[in-house]
């Protein structure tokens, strides 16, 4: 049950210094079906807590100021009650912007919020007001993951094209619902691309590849040019990441798993340099090393974001 609202893809990241990284979370002591959002130094440390409900919250998303935070509130595992909220970088001022909603990003100026409908993409304003679809499901099926460029000219976002049942791919269109294309094409039967994140520069998109066949599947986080050349692999993983506001580091997180039930008992976040791929660093320490106890739950952190700060 936990894995169904665990994020399973990132949120996108807008240029700045590097700040607070915000992620979905579950403390030692809970059941792991209670998810809260947390911020934490890049560097790791003391956890702060933001959220306190008793319905999960998940799927962080900074505002290009650093000063705001854009998340899911789910009614219990009843996803299609899910609702987007917006808090105050310290968690105060929580109030909803629109039901139902899932996987809300801010614009650059910070004044609108493009987010995902069951059947489509679209952008509201923080209070609710001037809804307007973007893409429609009767041209793209399974839309998720909408992320605005740093100049708020387009959206990245993944999709299955119609009248493939399979093979999610990297799609952009610009903000207004024009120009709609087509960025990877997973060259596999059962192959996907998703959970895409800008570079801040906005040149280049991050995103999850798995390339799946008889043997089953390889996944590792790619990175390709917006006009969809040049793709090329960056790290093995089970979840997307994305870029650090500086763009000189990434942040991505690890499940850990029992080998028996293939329940979740730990998850953490971590992160590597871009382009280079080393130097990890772990940011929280709930699967120490990368070890599992298969007896117990120890700890979530997933679906990092990363906090922009204005430069100077």
Known sequence: MLLAIVPATSLATYPGRNGLIAYTGSE?????SRLEIFTIPPAGGSPTRLTHNNRPDTSPAWSADGGKIAFVRSDGYRNHKSAVWIMQADGHKQHLVTRPGFDPYFSPGGG????T?????ATVGLGGDNLRRVV??????????????PDGKRIAFDGVPKGNDVNPSIWIVHAD??????????PQKYGYDEGPDWRPDGRRLIFL????????CEQAVYSVRADGSRQRRIAGASYSGVYSPTGNRAALYFLGWDTIYQNVRCADVFT???PKRSDRRAVTHNCPHGVVDPTRFTGIAAGPNWQPLPRG
């Open 272 to 274: 590597i340099t871009a």
């Open 112 to 115: 609108r919020i493009v987010f």
């Open 136 to 149: 429609l499901g009767s041209r793209i099926r399974s839309i998720g993951n909408p992320r605005y460029s």
């Open 209 to 216: 590849h798995s390339d799946c066949n008889e043997r089953g």
């Open 177 to 186: 619902g024009s120009h709609l294309r087509r960025v990877t094409r997973p």
């Open 28 to 32: 030692r002591s809970s059941s792991g």
């Open 117 to 121: 409908l069951p059947h489509s993409i």
